[in-house]
Nanobody, 124 residues
């Protein structure tokens, strides 16, 4: 069973940047898909970005071109670089993983291991 811990959230102004980190322990992440989801108050949890074990990436339309997901298998960490932040990016951001052999997914229900989340607040 893997454990995930997110860090790097905070309160920033519109246009600022933040870098979220996800520390994974318990198993090597080499064979895992890593994803970031976010959940705004009163809304469902939505995919933000996904990176496969081979390094392929995909982004939600709302963040494409502003956010960048990466992974460091040697350090068992994932990162989400968030640039040009907007007030609508305000949410709790969650890191999650999925074993690659289970297939690619952007649905939160397909991910079983989650971190505790980190709050990102963007003011105008």
């Amino acid at each position: 069973q893997v454990q995930l811990v997110e860090s790097g959230g905070g309160s920033v102004r519109a246009g600022d940047s933040l870098r979220l980190s996800c520390a994974v322990s318990g198993e090597s992440i080499n064979g895992y898909i890593i994803a970031w989801f976010r959940q705004a108050q009163g809304q469902e949890r939505k995919m933000v970005a996904v990176i496969t074990s081979s390094g392929s990436t995909n982004y939600a339309d709302a963040v494409n071109g502003r956010f960048s997901i990466s992974r460091d298998n040697a350090k068992s960490t994932g990162h989400l670089q968030m640039n040009s932040l907007k007030p609508e990016d305000t949410a709790v951001y969650y890191c999650t993983v999925r074993r690659s052999y289970l297939g690619y997914s952007e649905r939160s229900v397909d991910y079983k291991s989650w971190g505790q989340g980190t709050q990102v607040t963007v003011s105008s």
